[in-house]
DNA sequence: TTTCTGACTCGAA
DNA sequence: CTTCGAGCCAGAA
């Protein structure tokens, strides 16, 4: 593997997809175990761009577990449904026992 | 080439 | 309690 050679883009590809089911992460904890911490907005930016990839976007919401993203995708609740399919609990697209399902890559991986 | 914006996060006032 | 600024990368105009 080349890593250095992969974009930044890429690096969050192969994390997000990499997400256990029925789990989630946040921008910032993808952007810190890629050695960018503050590069958080860019996760959100690169997941802007995976719609094309077979990237799991649903699963990647903001630190608070908030759905910040669904409104990028097809129609208001289509984020939060694939969520309480997996076994999500979703309110008000704010994530509920965030914690017990919380994956953090820095972590797990 | 420069400028702007965006699915974020944190710390300071 | 709320508001604001800074830092990061990529792509479009």
Known sequence: MRPE?????EKVYKVAQKIPYGKVTSYGAIAKYLGAAKSARIVGY???????KDVPAHRVVNRKGLLTGKHHFEGTNLMQQLLENEGVEVIENQIQNLESIYWDPAKEL
């Open 5 to 9: 050679a992969l974009s930044f883009f």
């Open 46 to 52: 690169a997941m802007n761009a995976s719609h094309n």
